[in-house]
């Protein structure tokens, strides 16, 4: 039904009607094409130096002073790196500041690890502080009100034997047009992370699809790591969502809507950084974005042992 569906749909568009069977096949074609390049392009990503697979290690902080190194003892164990790196402190306003140990090794913008200020990174908006340990890195974060730290090592088991991802087979019929809805104002939202944390995000519009005759919304939020383009970026669910797919979310990004249209290319959906190791914290799909159909296209759920 669905297939019939974009079929016919090329034809209202034009372009299509008089073309031949094989240019038909030809076009279908260079767009397996075209995913199957995404496809190589995100493991490329992830399998790089610094992609999600580098991570580690990390953890929760709340004020106080910590120990840090990968010497049992520590109130902060490190899963590699110096002994002792130093010793880490946080205020009650959520600031932080390090001592570095003596013959750590460790530096910072370039300098030895003495004694500095630590910026905390947050997503699109702060650059974090990173600590330096030879490849890897000791940095922390902030994601709503939590604050975290994180270790990065490019030399990490997980990167170096990633098997890949397990994806559906293409199927042009998920690559759906949508009409756009903008809102007057973003409306404000809060999503929940990975850990049950809020997190504050804007909603600007919606998009609003067809599949099989059924109508559905899903609402994006404004990606500030892309705000240049203005690309919107979509958490959902869907019934293969916990069977099939991660359960928390996946990752759909659009560019952005013209002329009161947008491309919804559920082939290109993705499963987010926290599905892909236990170090990272990410936002999951709300309820309003639950799509009440098996969204059979895109990535599937593929466990990774630690």
Same mark, same amino acid.
């Given at each position: 039904m ?29 767009? /397996? &094409? ?6 190589? %392009?995100?493991?490329?990503? $992830? ?5 999600? @697979? +580098?991570?580690?290690?990390s ?44 013959g750590?090794?460790?530096t ?69 047009? /949508? &009409? ?6 973003a %409306?404000?939202?809060?999503? $929940? ?5 809020? @997190? +504050? ?67 290109r ?38």
């Open positions: 669905r297939t019939w569906m974009w079929l016919l749909l090329a034809v209202l568009l034009g372009g299509c009607e008089s073309a031949p069977d094989g240019a038909l096949t030809m076009d279908a074609r260079q767009y /397996a &094409r075209d995913v199957e390049q995404w496809r190589g %392009q995100r493991l490329a990503r $992830l399998r790089a130096s610094d992609g999600w @697979l +580098s991570y580690i290690g953890g929760r902080l709340k004020p106080g002073t910590y120990r840090v190194g990968s010497a049992a003892g520590n109130d902060l164990l490190l899963p590699a790196g110096p002994a002792q790196l130093g010793v880490l402190k946080i205020d009650g306003n959520g600031d932080a500041s390090i001592e570095g140990a003596p750590n090794g460790a910072l913008n370039g300098q030895p690890l003495r004694q500095a200020a630590l910026q905390a990174g947050v997503a699109g908006a702060q650059e974090a502080s990173r600590i330096q340990l030879g490849t890897s890195e000791f940095y922390l974060v902030r994601m709503g009100s939590v604050l975290g730290w994180r270790f990065r090592d490019p030399g990490s088991l997980r990167r170096r034997n990633f098997p890949g991802i397990e994806h559906f087979p293409v199927d042009r019929a998920w690559q759906i047009q /949508a &009409r756009w809805q903008p809102y007057a104002k %409306q404000q939202a809060v999503l $929940l992370t990975s850990i049950g944390t809020p @997190l +504050s995000a804007q909603v600007p519009g919606e998009a609003v699809f067809e599949i099989d005759g059924r109508t559905f919304h899903l609402q994006p939020m404004l990606d500030k790591e892309a705000l240049p383009s203005r690309q919107l970026f979509f958490l959902f669910s869907d019934r293969t969502s916990g069977r099939e797919t991660y359960g928390g979310a996946r990752y759909l990004y659009a560019a952005e809507p013209r002329d009161g249209r947008l491309v919804l290319d559920f082939n959906a993705e499963n987010p950084p926290c599905a892909l190791t236990p170090h990272v914290v990410c936002p999951i799909a709300p309820a309003f974005n639950r799509l009440d159909v098996a969204v059979t296209a895109g990535e599937k759920f593929q466990y990774l042992a630690q």
